[in-house]
T-cell receptor, first 112, second 112 residues
């Protein structure tokens, strides 16, 4: 069966510091991968999605970037964090033949 | 008009009650409909997945889609305290856009 991992689970970072969040998927090949941010009262905001290695589509221009160095690895990065980057970051995958997505456990980021 | 509307609640019911959660949408191209359950500080978990109109039942959960009214529902019978969570609806038109459209979620509390 497929499993999706995210780490770290929780992160507290100072403003201006860099960021790297990692997501890996097991048990499937060539998944579509997604990064979301979830803020209280604002629902799920799609940040990036990828349909293959090195292929990244950005949904919202912002302080963040994404990379997909391997088939089942998706990385969310920032060179300098802003206070507004705080939130709950979720990675998801799709590609089991159904038009749906499966989410990871999430990373809670607090920028101080 | 937002693409997907979902009453954020909060909704509080006694244990054993029948719960009805709803979403309306505006895009008639949507064909795939999902309900996710999200416990506090966790990633969303796929609960129900349906295609086109009709009903789908899984244990105490029933998903209903009315495409003519652009309205979907999730019914929970014999609700339990463990059902306390945020419920998100999501939908997709299929094809190759790879993206789901989410409601903002309804917070449900089932009181023992």
């Amino acid at each position: 069966s497929q499993t999706i991992h995210q780490w770290p689970a929780t992160l507290v970072q100072p403003v201006g510091s860099p960021l790297s969040l990692e997501c890996t998927v097991e048990g499937t090949s060539n998944p579509n991968l997604y990064w979301y941010r979830q803020a209280a009262g604002r629902g799920l905001q799609l940040l990036f999605y990828s349909v293959g290695i090195g292929q990244i589509s950005s949904e919202v221009p912002q302080n963040l970037s994404a990379s997909r160095p391997q088939d089942r690895q998706f990385i969310l990065s920032s060179k300098k964090l802003l206070l507004s980057d705080s939130g709950f970051y979720l990675c998801a995958w799709s590609g089991d033949g159904r038009e749906t997505q499966y989410f990871g456990p999430g990373t809670r980021l607090l920028v101080l | 008009q937002k693409e997907v509307e979902q009453d954020p609640g909060p909704l509080s019911v006694p244990e054993g009650a029948i719960v009805s959660l709803n979403c309306t949408y505006s895009n008639s191209a949507f064909q795939y409909f999902m309900w996710y359950r999200q416990y506090s500080r966790k990633g969303p978990e796929l609960l129900m997945y349906t295609y086109s109109s009709g009903n789908k039942e899984d244990g105490r959960f029933t998903a209903q889609v009315d495409k003519s009214s652009k309205y979907i529902s999730l019914f929970i019978r014999d609700s339990q305290p463990s059902d306390s969570a945020t419920y998100l609806c999501a939908m997709d038109s299929g094809g190759s856009n790879y993206k789901l459209t989410f409601g903002k979620g309804t917070l449900l509390t089932v009181n023992p």
